[in-house]
T-cell receptor, first 115, second 110 residues
Framework: KAGVTQTPRYLIKTRGQQVTLSCSPI?????VSWYQQTPGQGLQFLFE???????NKGNFPGRFSGRQFSNSRSEMNVSTLELGDSALYLC??????????????FGPGTRLTVT | GQNIDQPTEMTATEGAIVQINCTYQ??????LFWYQQHAGEAPTFLSY????GLEEKGRFSSFLSRSKGYSYLLLKELQMKDSASYLC???????????FGTGTQLKVEL
């Protein structure tokens, strides 16, 4: 089975712009979660989508949004980019089983640099 | 709320044993995960513990004490390729949301 794929792998944007990142989960996985990873804060949860519905949301401003399509692919969008949004954005997919007990498979991430 | 603590850095010698500790405070408990992340790569799953005790998986073992809010990852016969960040995480808030510790950067030296 192919792993989790994320596109693009690298992105450079300017403050004030917006960006859309894409994630394709492992075939059969219906849960997709997004995380932001920075050296100072570590891995922080952004949101989770399951069956096209946002099931969980982390403590990020409304500039961060996402969606999931019927084929389980997911996108996240960041509007009005700030320098502090520079980070590695990781997507993870999992099978739906017992809540909280599902192994998550991470994609390689998108490295976003905001200048 | 949730609070997860891990040491920031550890150094060990090739062939030795190292124990990476993780303490957590959560409202409700649905188990604890350990992930490994090499520099520039995605985290990969190492272990999941939901019951007290030690679970062994090759050179890696993971221990959990729910009453103490404590877990550790034990790495035996260390190899240079074990140099990586080790992340402790607990499910929180329902669904598949994970709250991660800041990770322990392990350096294996000759």
């Amino acid at each position: 089975k192919a792993g989790v794929t994320q596109t693009p792998r690298y992105l450079i944007k300017t403050r004030g712009q917006q960006v859309t990142l894409s994630c394709s989960p492992i075939s059969g996985h219906r849960s997709v979660s997004w995380y932001q990873q920075t050296p100072g804060q570590g891995l922080q949860f952004l949101f989770e989508y399951f069956s096209e519905t946002q099931r969980n949301k982390g403590n990020f401003p409304g500039r961060f949004s996402g969606r999931q399509f019927s084929n389980s692919r997911s996108e996240m969008n960041v509007s009005t980019l700030e320098l502090g949004d520079s980070a590695l954005y990781l997507c993870a997919s999992s099978l739906e089983g017992r809540t909280g007990r599902n192994e998550q498979y991470f994609g390689p991430g998108t490295r976003l640099t905001v200048t | 709320g949730q609070n997860i603590d891990q040491p920031t850095e550890m150094t060990a010698t090739e062939g030795a044993i190292v124990q990476i500790n993780c303490t957590y405070q959560t409202s409700g408990f649905n188990g604890l995960f350990w992930y490994q992340q090499h520099a520039g790569e995605a985290p990969t799953f190492l272990s999941y513990n939901v019951l007290d005790g030690l679970e062994e998986k090759g050179r890696f073992s993971s221990f959990l004490s729910r009453s103490k809010g404590y877990s550790y990852l034990l790495l035996k016969e260390l190899q240079m390729k074990d140099s990586a960040s080790y992340l402790c995480a607990v499910p929180t808030g329902g669904g598949n949301k994970l709250t991660f510790g800041t990770g322990t950067q392990l350096k294996v030296e000759l």
